[in-house]
């Protein structure tokens, strides 16, 4: 059987070549391709390139290939060839090593994120046995996909092997550069550091960097020499392209010959690109193309071996699943459907139609919604525990935030998260973009979305230049690839736990592991206040993260199960009380917080909501009749004295959703607006939220939930798509238009005046 990969071992055979390459498309080596007799292999083809069997005999000691009189070396030793079935083994072994290369990478057990349980080592390869999660086959298989590549480009196995392991090494180790410098992973916009911005790599480098990188490239060396030594004792030198004499199995030799005599481009040693040597490139790129899309063969394929998507943390996302599985899963994400009617004429026509909304709306409005410092504070898992179904507390909560509720505009805010997604409620409240008019496959556009945009725009914008925008969250910046899409959103400062702006008060209360709220506060207050400027601040709190394990000391909440209700768990009970706690004291802080601000001389809005509700309420969960009450957090705008707007309750605020909170911003000020702000007015007041579809367990990160998006009437009362009136139905059909152009389209707003402020 003819093979273009493993070598035969028999001692005739057939150099399939011309006289100066081989049918397979790769070039032989010229050294030792002699027969017993001396005569050139190449000999052995015919005039016409027709592939001649040649009758060789084995040499015998007098004569043959071992030093004998008249023998090919002279007295050399003639080392015999390497069998196919140990060329095999040694592909396995460094495909292993190369894995095991990158895995070391991410494999740092002394992580500060508490988030997360690392896996790192060992681990990686034996949940295949205890747990039955092969992603460590998955990553060998791609990685061996590129291998065989290489293979078939240089056709020598002890080139292509040093050169995988080459790439798989500094990989590895600027994979563990970055993860100690800023925990997070090697992520596709990395790949812009190979371009104009190489500098950047250098951002990567800690102290000590030499001791790992001269120890990389002593295990390299060690590796070369071993390379070495096998090139020498193996007789064909590692080359693939090698046929028997006979029975080489014509329909595979035809398909061979058809493929490699397409050639596109000579390789050294031999090699070269041709469409044989292309399958498993092609094989890798299309993995990577459809990897991300919900449903696909290579999705499906990647979650059958065990590729659990955790992108909240890409270093435990990397752990996980392999260095190389997360990345390629962030490559092509499908973000949306191209709209039927989209072009540059109808984003035209959109702009004609909310420009006019807008100077309609702004004949009354008499402010400008950035002559005022505005602050959004998200509130991490805040909401109200008394209104889950089935739960009793011994005492209220949140009575301060109950009571500023009630002065000023306020409600309920649907949340596409329970128990996690923060980070899609956080980017829809800076962008007035919706999670519910994107495709199923993305799940997370902070990871998969903003890297690779061109054009960004964020309402923080509208406050000018980027000093203007001040961003705090007391943990780490790598959390959802925050600190490098702040800066895409033209944020000056982003103020956490480590990196270039450390957040200056960093308490915590009794045992939590977390920044306290009341810290937080202090650091976004002493910013607002040292300043005359009008600014737009973003607060993103971690006091009341999960997990919620018994943290307080004297805490007086105690959690039951409501009249006629399932009995609560033991855990679930600890879990509530302990996050009933920490809810009542950002409840107090918050109440605190605005006390200080209503003390400037300078007007101030607030936007306060909570994320999501925290994933705790384990038998209230089992309910699907409890969806909506599990996606429902408490929201408020509020404004201090200076501002003019404090006490104003503006109509349709009792139900929203993040991605209008702008548009009620302006409302709640009196504030002009744009085109843009135009349109969300208009669309909030025929849906008043819309998420995509929730589910009461805490979900994955494979896909956005099966099922329709979810859309609330001003009542709070489901709606449906299909029913939409003509308006409503316009409205919807402009919105996605809108959001295809900004994130997935050509950008035709860019150009126009449709964000700009009058």
């Given at each position: 059987m003819m093979t273009?990969?493993?070598?035969?071992?028999?001692?005739?055979w057939?150099?399939?070549r011309?006289?100066?390459?081989?049918k397979c498309g790769?070039m032989s080596d010229?050294i030792?391709d002699?027969?017993?007799d001396?005569?050139?292999?190449?000999?052995a083809?015919s005039p016409?390139g027709?592939?001649e069997v040649?009758d060789?005999?084995?040499?015998?000691?007098s004569?043959?290939?071992?030093?004998g009189?008249?023998?090919r070396n002279?007295g050399?030793?003639e080392?015999?060839p390497?069998?196919?079935?140990?060329y095999?083994v040694?592909?396995?072994?460094?495909?292993m090593?190369a894995?095991?290369?990158?895995?070391?990478?991410?494999?740092?057990?002394?992580t500060?994120?508490?988030?997360?349980s690392?896996?790192?080592?060992?681990?990686?390869?034996s949940?295949?046995?205890?747990?039955?999660?092969?992603?460590?086959?998955?990553?060998l298989?791609l990685?061996?996909?590129?291998?065989?590549?290489l293979?078939m480009?240089f056709n020598r196995?002890?080139i292509?092997?040093?050169v995988l392991?080459?790439?798989?090494?500094?990989?590895g180790?600027?994979?563990?550069?970055?993860?100690?410098i800023?925990y997070?992973?090697?992520?596709?916009?990395?790949?812009?550091?190979?371009?104009?911005?190489?500098g950047?790599?250098?951002?990567?480098?800690?102290?000590?960097?030499?001791?790992?990188?001269l120890?990389?490239?002593?295990?390299?060396?060690?590796?070369?020499?071993?390379?070495?030594?096998?090139?020498?004792?193996?007789?064909r030198?590692?080359?693939?392209i090698?046929?028997?004499?006979k029975?080489?199995?014509?329909?595979?030799?035809?398909?061979?010959?058809?493929l490699s005599?397409?050639k596109?481009?000579?390789?050294?040693?031999?090699?070269?690109?041709t469409?044989?040597?292309?399958?498993?490139i092609?094989v890798?790129?299309?993995?990577?193309i459809?990897?991300?899309?919900t449903d696909s063969l290579?999705n499906?394929?990647?979650?059958?071996?065990?590729?659990t998507?955790s992108?909240?943390?890409?270093?435990?996302?990397a752990q996980?699943?392999?260095?190389l599985?997360?990345?390629t899963?962030?490559l092509?994400p499908?973000i949306?459907?191209?709209?039927?009617?989209?072009?540059e004429?109808?984003?035209?026509e959109?702009v004609?139609?909310?420009?006019?909304?807008?100077?309609?709306?702004?004949?009354?409005?008499?402010?400008n919604?950035?002559?005022?410092?505005?602050?959004?504070?998200?509130?991490?898992?805040?909401?109200?525990?008394a209104?889950?179904?089935?739960?009793k507390?011994?005492?209220?909560a949140?009575p301060?935030?109950?009571?500023?509720?009630s002065?000023?505009?306020?409600g309920?805010?649907?949340?596409s998260?329970?128990?996690?997604?923060?980070?899609n409620?956080?980017?829809?409240?800076?962008?007035?973009?919706?999670?519910a008019?994107?495709d199923s496959?993305?799940?997370?556009?902070?990871q998969?979305?903003?890297?690779?945009q061109?054009?960004?725009?964020?309402?923080n914008?509208m406050?000018?230049?980027?000093?203007?925008s001040?961003?705090?969250?007391?943990?780490?910046?790598s959390?959802?690839?925050?600190?490098?899409n702040?800066?895409?959103?033209?944020?000056?400062?982003?103020?956490t736990?480590?990196?270039d702006?450390?957040?200056?008060h960093?308490?915590?209360i009794?045992?939590s592991?977390y920044v306290?709220?009341?810290?937080?506060?202090?650091?976004?207050l002493?910013?607002?206040?040292?300043?005359?400027?009008n600014?737009?601040?973003?607060?993103?709190?971690?006091q009341?993260?999960?997990?919620?394990?018994?943290?307080?000391?004297?805490n007086?909440?105690?959690a039951?199960a409501a009249?006629?209700?399932?009995?609560l768990?033991?855990d679930?009970v600890?879990?509530?009380d302990?996050?009933?706690k920490?809810a009542?004291?950002?409840d107090?802080?918050?109440k605190?917080?605005l006390?200080?601000?209503?003390?400037?001389d300078k007007?101030v809005?607030?936007?306060?909501?909570?994320d999501?509700?925290?994933?705790i309420?384990e038998?209230?969960s089992q309910?699907?009749n409890?969806?909506?009450?599990?996606?429902?957090?408490?929201?408020?705008?509020?404004?201090?004295?200076a501002?003019?707007?404090q006490?104003k309750?503006?109509d349709?605020?009792?139900?929203?959703?993040?991605?209008y909170?702008?548009?009620q911003?302006?409302?709640?000020?009196n504030?002009?607006v744009?085109?843009y702000?135009?349109?969300l007015?208009l669309?909030?007041?025929?849906?008043?939220?819309?998420e995509?579809?929730v589910?009461n367990?805490i979900q994955?990160?494979d896909r956005?939930?099966?099922g329709?998006?979810?859309?609330?009437?001003?009542?709070?009362?489901?709606?449906?798509?299909?029913e939409?009136d003509?308006?409503?139905?316009q409205?919807?059909?402009?919105?996605?238009l809108?959001?295809?152009?900004?994130?997935?389209g050509k950008?035709?707003?860019k150009d126009?005046?449709?964000?700009?402020?009058?």
């Amino acid at each position: 059987m003819m093979t273009c990969i493993w070598p035969i071992t028999n001692w005739a055979w057939v150099g399939w070549r011309h006289a100066n390459h081989t049918k397979c498309g790769y070039m032989s080596d010229e050294i030792n391709d002699k027969n017993d007799d001396g005569t050139n292999v190449a000999n052995a083809v015919s005039p016409s390139g027709e592939i001649e069997v040649l009758d060789i005999k084995r040499a015998d000691s007098s004569s043959g290939r071992n030093g004998g009189k008249g023998g090919r070396n002279g007295g050399r030793r003639e080392y015999k060839p390497f069998p196919g079935w140990l060329y095999g083994v040694l592909f396995v072994v460094f495909d292993m090593a190369a894995v095991a290369a990158l895995q070391w990478g991410v494999s740092q057990s002394g992580t500060r994120v508490q988030l997360s349980s690392p896996v790192v080592g060992w681990g990686f390869v034996s949940k295949m046995w205890t747990k039955g999660n092969f992603v460590f086959v998955l990553n060998l298989l791609l990685i061996g996909a590129l291998y065989l590549a290489l293979l078939m480009l240089f056709n020598r196995f002890w080139i292509a092997t040093p050169v995988l392991l080459a790439v798989a090494i500094i990989v590895g180790v600027i994979e563990h550069f970055k993860v100690s410098i800023r925990y997070e992973a090697i992520l596709p916009s990395d790949l812009g550091f190979l371009g104009s911005n190489t500098g950047n790599l250098m951002s990567f480098t800690p102290p000590g960097a030499h001791w790992i990188i001269l120890g990389a490239l002593a295990v390299f060396l060690v590796f070369v020499a071993l390379f070495v030594v096998l090139n020498h004792v193996d007789g064909r030198h590692g080359r693939m392209i090698r046929f028997d004499n006979k029975g080489e199995g014509g329909v595979m030799i035809a398909l061979a010959t058809v493929l490699s005599m397409i050639k596109l481009l000579d390789m050294p040693y031999g090699g070269s690109i041709t469409a044989l040597s292309m399958l498993p490139i092609l094989v890798f790129a299309l993995y990577c193309i459809h990897v991300s899309t919900t449903d696909s063969l290579a999705n499906k394929f990647s979650r059958a071996l065990g590729d659990t998507p955790s992108m909240w943390d890409s270093v435990y996302d990397a752990q996980r699943n392999g260095p190389l599985v997360s990345f390629t899963r962030q490559l092509n994400p499908t973000i949306m459907d191209e709209p039927s009617d989209y072009s540059e004429a109808t984003m035209k026509e959109v702009v004609k139609r909310y420009e006019a909304a807008a100077e309609k709306i702004n004949a009354s409005r008499t402010k400008n919604m950035t002559d005022s410092t505005v602050v959004y504070v998200l509130s991490e898992s805040f909401s109200d525990p008394a209104r889950v179904p089935g739960v009793k507390l011994n005492k209220d909560a949140i009575p301060e935030v109950r009571a500023i509720k009630s002065g000023t505009t306020s409600g309920l805010m649907l949340s596409s998260g329970y128990g996690g997604g923060t980070a899609n409620l956080e980017y829809m409240g800076l962008s007035g973009l919706s999670m519910a008019n994107f495709d199923s496959s993305l799940t997370s556009p902070y990871q998969q979305l903003v890297p690779g945009q061109h054009w960004t725009p964020t309402i923080n914008q509208m406050w000018g230049a980027p000093k203007n925008s001040i961003a705090f969250h007391p943990y780490e910046p790598s959390m959802y690839s925050r600190a490098t899409n702040y800066k895409k959103f033209g944020f000056a400062h982003f103020y956490t736990l480590q990196g270039d702006d450390i957040i200056k008060h960093r308490d915590k209360i009794d045992r939590s592991p977390y920044v306290s709220d009341k810290a937080t506060y202090q650091s976004a207050l002493e910013d607002i206040s040292s300043t005359d400027s009008n600014q737009f601040i973003q607060i993103i709190t971690m006091q009341n993260h999960m997990p919620y394990n018994d943290w307080y000391a004297d805490n007086e909440f105690k959690a039951t199960a409501a009249d006629g209700a399932d009995s609560l768990g033991s855990d679930e009970v600890t879990a509530i009380d302990t996050y009933a706690k920490g809810a009542s004291i950002t409840d107090t802080e918050t109440k605190n917080f605005l006390d200080e601000l209503n003390k400037l001389d300078k007007p101030v809005t607030v936007v306060f909501y909570g994320d999501h509700l925290p994933g705790i309420y384990e038998t209230a969960s089992q309910d699907t009749n409890n969806s909506l009450a599990l996606h429902l957090t408490d929201y408020f705008i509020w404004s201090n004295k200076a501002s003019g707007s404090q006490g104003k309750k503006v109509d349709n605020s009792v139900y929203s959703s993040p991605n209008y909170f702008v548009a009620q911003t302006a409302e709640h000020m009196n504030a002009k607006v744009s085109p843009y702000l135009a349109f969300l007015t208009l669309m909030h007041k025929k849906v008043s939220a819309m998420e995509p579809p929730v589910v009461n367990k805490i979900q994955g990160w494979d896909r956005i939930p099966e099922g329709q998006d979810i859309y609330l009437d001003a009542a709070g009362n489901p709606m449906a798509e299909d029913e939409f009136d003509e308006q409503t139905k316009q409205l919807m059909t402009d919105y996605k238009l809108i959001q295809y152009d900004i994130t997935a389209g050509k950008n035709y707003l860019k150009d126009t005046d449709f964000m700009d402020l009058p």
